[in-house]
């Protein structure tokens, strides 16, 4: 037997044992790959924050290299990782200290006027009641109903206040939670430091070890995730900002009640595609109706007047075209993407998909290319000159 025939059988007997323990041993190799992940977590948070501050950290670095003189440009990068982090705790504790009381006077607001709440719901419910003549529904009290929703709304601010914050202590959730904090943020001023020095690092290591004829598209592939990713978060952070911010400005004007607690729900929900803007109009809405339902009704309104405002003036001249790609690819990334890794496919999935997206484009122009090449070489005979015709 050929020695090189020998190999190749190794190799496949090798691959078949491999794949057929992998699929008797599937749980126990699910929980070994859950274990790692729990085990790189620090890492992949640290990767994240290193990723969200890359580029503040390196206009800082450019900004105190051009203005630091001589040996004092080797302490610019330093320099520049500190700023970038004393901006970004600055813009949380302020974040922190202006949103935060309000969310809480919204919510004690909320629950201490459930009476009127089921009041209000039940006179709401006694006139579809008698406008549709639905006799069988008649009797039902809804105001008792919301008075226990209230109690029990009561006892369980009562246990998160009290009981939750002992049973908390008492476990090593917290501590957990403190280790892989302070790791993340080590691992991600390493990197952030370090970030010319790993990325030559890592662009040594394609050169050495990969092809020559990969080592190009690799490197393009890199590049395109890196600059696609930071588009995605850029944009998505952006109009969070900007649909938040209009959405609190709006609701003071027009007097809506719970203007902080909703402006920071419309926020939060932007972040989520596609399904985020229903979301937090829904969320909202809730919370308005009980008030009363037509402030609700022009609280819809006003969200969709905002949100088209926000999507087609706004947000075009703020931050662009953010990844190029349609919006069917956009709801089929955040559906498949949601249903198999939870809240992480849903983040990801979308500049996933636009990376595929943007490799199968420029594959398929490079191949339609070639074919218009090969066949226009087809159309010109052996020893035919194309151009005598036009002579």
Excluded at 187 to 195: D, H, I, K, P
Excluded at 254 to 260: K, L, Q, S, V
Aim: aromatic residues 8%; neutral net charge.
């Amino acid at each position: 037997m050929e020695k090189k025939l020998f190999k190749q059988l190794i190799l496949l007997i090798t691959f078949s044992v491999v794949l057929v323990a992998f699929l008797v041993k599937l749980d126990a190799v699910g929980s070994w790959v859950g274990n790692v992940l729990v085990a790189f977590e620090p890492l992949f948070i640290g990767v994240a924050i290193a990723f969200v501050l890359h580029r503040p950290c390196n206009f800082f670095a450019r900004l105190y290299a051009a203005h630091l003189p001589g040996k004092g440009k080797r302490a610019a990068r330093g320099l520049a990782v500190a700023t970038s982090y004393v901006l970004l705790l600055a813009l949380i504790a302020v974040l922190i200290a202006l949103v935060v009381p309000e969310i809480i006077k919204s919510l004690e607001s909320f629950v201490g006027n459930m009476g009127t709440y089921g009041t209000n719901f039940q006179e709401l419910y006694d006139f579809v009641v008698e406008k549709f003549q639905l006799e069988s529904l008649a009797n039902l009290n809804l105001t008792g109903a919301i008075d226990d929703l209230n109690s029990l709304l009561s006892q369980l601010l009562d246990v998160l206040t009290e009981t939750v914050p002992h049973l908390i202590s008492a476990t090593g959730v917290v501590v957990r939670g403190v280790v892989t904090g302070v790791l993340a943020v080590v691992f991600s001023v390493y990197m952030l430091s370090g970030a010319p020095r790993l990325l030559a690092q890592c662009r040594r290591i394609a050169v050495t070890y990969l092809p020559k004829k990969m080592v190009g598209p690799f490197l393009s592939v890199v590049r395109l995730t890196a600059e696609t990713f930071t588009r995605y978060v850029t944009g998505q952070v952006t109009e969070a900002c900007i649909l938040g911010c209009l959405c609190f400005v709006g609701m003071c004007i027009f007097r809506f009640d719970y203007a902080p607690l909703i402006s920071v729900i419309i926020g939060v929900s932007a972040l989520i595609p596609v399904a985020g803007a229903y979301i937090g109009a829904i969320v909202a809405a809730v919370l308005l109706v009980l008030i009363d339902p037509l402030q609700a009704l022009w609280f819809l309104i006003f969200l969709v007047v905002l949100q088209q405002l926000e999507g087609n003036l706004i947000y075009p001249k703020v931050v662009g075209t953010t990844l190029g790609l349609p919006g069917i690819w956009v709801l089929a990334a955040v559906t498949v993407g949601s249903s198999l890794m939870g809240f992480a496919g849903l983040v990801i999935s979308v500049p996933v998909t636009a990376v595929l997206y943007t490799l199968l484009k420029r594959d398929m122009d490079v191949r339609d290319g070639k074919k218009r090449t090969e066949h226009g070489k087809e159309e010109v005979e052996p020893g035919e000159n194309p151009d005598s015709e036009k002579k």
